[in-house]
């Protein structure tokens, strides 16, 4: 009798490698299929990796020795159900290496082999030496939380809403042995939900047609801003618990505000769990955990948010749903927006897609009736939707980029009590340094190339040199290193330059900046708002004032510099300059202070500004959809953009010039098959993919590297990936590939 086949287990690796490994199991165990799923370490060259058991099966013939896994890290199936399979729908259609698309499912702390965390909650008590010291304590935040916890222990959760900033005061305290950290069971102290304002028509219409969805249903609730949009998701949530089932909600970076969790904490009246890119390995690792076993109910995050494992899903909600911060740019890049689509038809649960400038691909799918269309044509409440005004500056004289006409308009709202938003897209005091004696500028020297030259941004008033391209910093020259002429001048506004004006002329009002630069820290933002309060003041920002935040007194917005938008040569451009008009100018009027927004632009006829201004967003994306469609691109063509970057200049060009070979080799048989062949249906797709370049990347070089790539495009999906499928792996093996680092970006949301 021949002996029983040596059964080994198929393990998805974190390797940038688009396979599985065979592996015995761990000595002294049976591989099972009841195995797939659950994590194993195992020897990997010489050192020692963390995987995932994808299948079993028979070694294949000639494989030689197989190594022995050395350890299981789990007793049951970390990956299982829904998630694993959505994960491997996802690496598939990525054409991804399956080991690096399931290690960025699970949270770091469990890709390095964590145990799966234990999901108590954390709270803080007084210590007996605490609750003596209270009385003698300075004031002071350490004070203020002392007091808080001499009640009761509190909830980690509770404190964020309580007392901003506790953390450090809670380090202070229990440097001194006052106060100490302890797990409490889960969900211990739950607010009683407070009630919201009662829907009006249009949101009740949209919250029945999200509670009469059976099964997966994808709507858009295409919603101006203030028009309640929020509310909708509230009741959407609250009936999927009722229902006794879990909801996931993403939410844009920017999104994801101390002001939202605490709406959501109070209205809900469950823990809601947050998890970010501000969150530790370990805390990030406890939300999962907790929602793998069913006791987060709510689950509130940004864009990885969207790997959540939901055992009872019930819903899914996408928070602006047009944001560019859904999309992953860099590593395995996913758009976590397509990806909770798919989760949610796997899940057979509804998912709402929220925005007041749907992306046009929603708008599209919307139209065409895939998905439902819920529409808030009116903002809640008493808020008025402000008037926008465009402010011709032909031949105008400008301070700081702003005419007299607007400086005159802000002091009139200073005067009156008002607040204003000062909208510059364009963080830093000038984006150029430049030699007014010799025309020297000053460049970044790991992101220009001979070619093309790389303006480093002016920053703190001209002292400093910083490439937002790569992070790079240097002082300013003293003077001009090419003629060594004193010439030297900032060239263009940033948001410090136009700060610095609106300080030196608004002298007794506050003038706020709000950029990358200015909010670093998560909280930084909240705390500018809460020093600005209700006092008529001024606030200089970029686009990360457009986003979410309800600032109820501003009574004028001031759109300068959106010019160089206008012609960008990216398709999505015009798409992200309306998006973003519109968010910025939704800040205005949001309670009950009616607003105005002044648009300031050198191009008043330009057609994008004329058409979003007297049509609004959809005459916009109706416009641009037509264009789109004549010009071939998304959502009328599907891409697929392959690109690499060496330090070298030529390696680049050289691999993808072999994977075009590849491309059109793969075209070439299958040409030969046809006419060989009467076409049948499944082969006769795989044509139709137009391939365009190699060519430089527009910027062609970036942090020392150089950068190219190769773009496909095809006007159906099934033969885009077709031709992936047959080449990908070949892609993989070329000689040219191992002088590259090179990356497929399906569905690229930029063309660099
Ligand atoms: P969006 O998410 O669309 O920007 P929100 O849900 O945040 O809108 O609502 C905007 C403002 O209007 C909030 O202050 C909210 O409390 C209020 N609001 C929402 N719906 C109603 C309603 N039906 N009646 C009164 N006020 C409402
Ligand atoms: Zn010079
Ligand atoms: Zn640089």
Redesign the pocket.
Known sequence: MPPAPVSVLRIALPVPLPRLFDYLPPPGHEASTNDIGRRVRVPFGQRETVGIVEGVGTPDAGAGTLRAALAWLDDAPLLAGELHASARWLARYTHAPPGEVLATVLPAALRRGEPLPDTHEWAWRLTEAGATALAGMRAGRPRQLAELLSAHPREETALDDLLPGWRAAARSLAGRDLAGRIAVPASQFVPDPQP?????PE?AEAIEAIQASPGFAPLLLD???????????LHAIADCLARGRQALVLVPEIGLTPQLLSRFRARLGVPVHATHSGLNDGERARVWAAAWRGEARVVVGTRSAVFTPLPQAGLIVI?EEHDGSYKQQDGFRYHARDFALVRARALEVPIVL?S?TPSLESLHNARSGRYAHLR?IR???R?KPPPVRVLDVRKRPLEAGLSQEMLGRIEQDLAAGGQVLVFRNRRGYAPVLLCHDCGWSAGCPRCSSPEQNRPMTVHAHGRRLQCHHCGHRRPSPLACPDCAGLGLQPQGIGTERIEELLAARFGGYPVLRIDRGSTRRRDALQKLFAELGERPGILVGTQMLAK?H?LAGLSLVAVVGIDEGLFSADFRASEKLAQLLIQVA?RAG??ERAGEVILQTHHPEHPLLDTLLNGGYHAFAEAELEQREAAGFPPFAHLAMLRAESKLADPPMAFLHAARRAVADWQKALEGERQSRPPDGERGDADGVEISGPMPAPMARRAGHYRAQLLLSAARRAPLHAALAAVVPQIYALPEARKVRWSLDLDPVDLY
């Open positions: 919201g304002p009662e829907p009006n949101q919603g101006v801003t203030g028009s309640g949009k929020t509310e909708v998701y928070d929220g007041a808030l903002r809640a409440g808020a979410g309800d939704g949001r309670a």
